[in-house]
């Protein structure tokens, strides 16, 4: 394990951002290394990806904080226009300056009036002397800003001409994000996944006051037996530790068992583990409903989660119209008449394949290419054709009002079928049907209509 | 700004160049249709008050419907707000990823209806909980510049509504000026909550919200807001980069069924005597028809009940006497002399007159005085049949909703609908519901008959103290069966033991039969004639009062029957109209000369029906040549004068412009479109007839 040193930094900061930050010690050391002393010249721009908690943010906060360097620190989402963005950064720029708070607020329409009032902020302040860090999580976010924005911050330090350092975090490679057009190439830095270990041991490291870190390591090593499989997430994982630490707990806060006493709390946590992956990880039920629960110590059974309420209440026409748009979607054109024609004859499924496929060496191919309509997903279809498909699979006739028309606009708010091609395109719209088969079959049950029968990759 | 059009499209409103001419008043427009001008004033004003009645009934339902689902929903909030405040410093709370309390609402398919849902749940949260609510619509929210833009601008504007009294500087903030972003909002957030700390709680508005109020955002049509959009604001509000849906913590509600709330609509609505407006058979079949074929919407039902009641009273001279029996006794007395004659028009008032005898058939017709007397009287037979339907109906609802497979209907409406439509008795349905009735086991049977006397106890009929004692009576002839139960089991179990001592085959079979035999034969048990008797009282109760509405007289004064004109409004039909614009032109012009159309095109037609009328015959691809050829033959026949120039070959320029513009219109009305298949082709975007 590296132990950081840096000469620019008494050993006391060095060795409690040490204990701050457990599994990144390589990291930190090499950003140390890399941003020198205070006043000396860094990088302009250091790229630092990762995957989703793997630590980036905290890292970069704490040391920051810890060291007591100048930075802004600045999330690309929350200020999601560059106009927002550049001006976040200088009202924090402001902020870290001087004490007093400037009621002024200065417009930033441009980079150009960035630069030049980034050079004003920074020239009234004691920054001169000291490296400042521009930190930008969620950089990727950037990309989707004018076409400016990101080459520009890469080299905002021979922009302006300062001390200035910007770090860009992110979740994406570095390669989706160079333009096409070239740009300052920034140092980048990997930031690889915690293994189990490393996950065991950040997870440990805060244990309750109120228990022993033998004791909460024992829980933890229990909690990853269980969940690593699904999820390596380190805050969801925090999050569940927490969540399901008072059930652990209790053989112990009632007595009957003492912190030793591994193998019956294992006993008592396990199923109740097993449980909580089935339902609160998946957010059927919201944590508070789960604390509920534990607290009241009843059946989760009681407790409707998300999904049992998955039905949707359609009309009776709706209901048809929706079948008519999953058989449109997922059956060839051709099969068509086959399907609804009255007097198709006894063409079944032999004669049909011989008149469409001469050789028998077809016939496999096309049992392949069959068994792939429901692989492929929707294909999109005519309103014509959907009608045609409804008048033939309702019993009684339908005049065609206005009120099935809107229909089929409600299916299409209710995100049950999409419009294919641009809204307002106002000939020959076309639809998919999104529904699953499950959905479909569910829908077609409650109307008595026998869908697989109609469906050709079931034939 | 809405249009008429059906149609999308870029439609361009002009402002209205002055205040709009006063429109003619609505009370006017009842005399203008109807010749027969009578009392349209006083029937502008009874229908516009049973409306009213009708509206702040319907909307008093609505209020109950949702209450508990509000309860539950303002009750949700304040506990996840509670938590949130409490245990901050708590170490759990510490390690929990802070989720964002969300609320699911599932509220159904129905659209229209969810607008006043959700007017009534910002009222309610706005009442109760935090003046601080906002309500996005997708439609509103493309990118989620624009969502927070309506978020700060929402929430801005409640908080002026809050302390208008004696805070003004908030009112010059003008939305453009806010920087729209998180830290904005929360900086005016801290900023208004120490404000609300340091007032006196003198307000009561205020001190019933909690301290420092959560700000609650509502997302009308969740499912249409883009998901880059929600992902942003949500892992902007909670400033967590984390997968997005971990950051909630929801709970799901869900509102009542819409076709509960129609049941119970109905049953406000139609089946109480509250209202003296009813809707016949038909009608009510149109209405949840549209209901449940179509649209789920309780909204547009009462929409449709509303238009049933504007046509009635519209279109019925005699609806004038539509009111409350006391108010309407009153008007009988000022009847005019036509009004009378109208009286004497009535189909049903006509039957009424053959049956009576012939002298006082000609007072009936001749003096309107003693006419007026009749009138009274029949009215008020007819409130008291309504009176008597209601339980009646009720009770037989009772019966027949826990019948297996329900012959006659499961809802209450099905068995309205199937009374009103003829003698309900007469149906194959009602005679086999009877059956089933018969086989009924005793704690259902007697469960059904308390039932009914609660029924019949709570309802305002004067006629049915008898019938309450001798459902009572009833009650107490099965307690006392079940006193004498114990012996008759004595007696059964007697024969099966005999039939245990025979072991012969022979024998048991003989036995067996034998007890079949007498089975078949048997006198029926105590507890089987009660059934019948009990069976057979409802039987007669509903040949007594269950009497369909059409066989009373004077029923056109309550019931609105005009099914057709109400299917005319309510189910537009744009492709057939056109369809028949195009096809049967006569059917819209009113022009002699094209009625004696036998499928044949005539040439005295329109030229675009003409040249639709061609299109028909055509493929998916016509060909435009062909086309004007046939058009020029059609035209020309018809002219017939100058033969020569057909035979030319060379169509007339006037025809073939004429042509052109015909398809021209054609393809605005979205008939063809031009392709690009074939250059001197046109696709059709129509199949079949319509």
Redesign the interface.
Known sequence: MPNLEHPAYPAATLLRLESLVPCRESQVSMLLSIFGERQQFTFPSIFIYGH??SGK?YVMQTLLNTLQLPHVFV?C?????SR?LL??ILIQLQNCSSETKHAS?MLCDTFNDFVRLFKQAVASQDLQDQTLYIVL??AEQLREMEANILPAFLRLQELTDRNVTVVLLSEIVWELFRPSTGCFEPFTLYFPDYSIGHLQKILSH?H???YSADFYAAYINILLGVFYMVCR?L??L??L???N??KYCEPVVRGEANERDTRKLWKNIEPHLKKAMQTVYL?EI????WERLQCADGEPGQL?G?SA?AH???????KFLLIAAYLASYNPVRTDKRFFLKHHGKIKKTSFMKKHEKVLVDYRQTIDNRTSNHLLGPKPFPL?RLL?ILYSIVDNRV??????F??IT?LV???LLSLVGHN?Q???PRYKCTVSLDFIRAIARTVNFDIIKYLYDFL | MSTCSVSKGCFVFKPSPKKRRVSPKTAEYFKEANNDSEDSGLRFATCQSLWKQIKSETEQVQEELNKQLFDNLVSFLRRSHSEFQEKTTEWTCRMKSREIPTAALVLGVNVTDHDLTFKSLSEVLQNNITPYVALLQAKDCPGIKNLMQKLMGQLMNCCIDVDSSDEEDYVQVSQHRIRCSMTSLISWYENITKKTDSETPSKKRISRHLQSPPVVVIFKDMESFTTKVLQDFIGISSLLPHSVSSLLCIELFQSLSCKEHLSTIIDKLLLTTQFAFKLSEKVLQVLINIFLYHDFSVQNFIKGFQLCIVEHFHSQPLSVLCCQLVEAKKRVNSLSHSQCENIRRLPSFRRYVESQVSEKQIALLTADNFLKEVIQKLLEDLHVYHENYVPVLRCLHVFTSSLPKYPLGKQIRELHCACLENRVWETEEYESSLQLARMLNKSDLVTMLQKCVEIFVSSSGKEFDKVVEKLKEFLAQFQKLEAGACQERGESVSSQKELQKKTDLYHLQKTLLELKESRRSKKLTKFEMLRFEVVDFIDNLVRNYLVPADHKTLHEIMYFNTASALREHLNAAPRIALHTALNNPYCYLKNQALKSDGGSISNKAPDICIVYKLHLECGRLINLVDWLEAFSTVVMAVEGTNEDAAASDQVDDIIHARFIQAVSELELLGFIKPSKQKTDHVARLTWGGC
Do not use: C, M, W
């Not at chain 1, 989402?77 to 226009?81: A, K, Q, R, S």
């Not at chain 1, 005049?399 to 099935?404: E, G, K, L, S, V």
């Open positions: 989703k908690s943010t999330n989402v929350e200020y999601f226009t927002l001006e976040e607020r999580d969620r805060n309750p006051p109120e997430d805050k969801e925090q999050h530790a927490a969540l630490f008072s957010r919201s944590s508070s409903q409707k998300l309420h949707v209440e359609l009309p009776y026409y709706s014509d045609a005049a065609p009002t206005a009120n099935i809107s229909q409600s708010t209710l995100q307002d106002l000939d020959g």
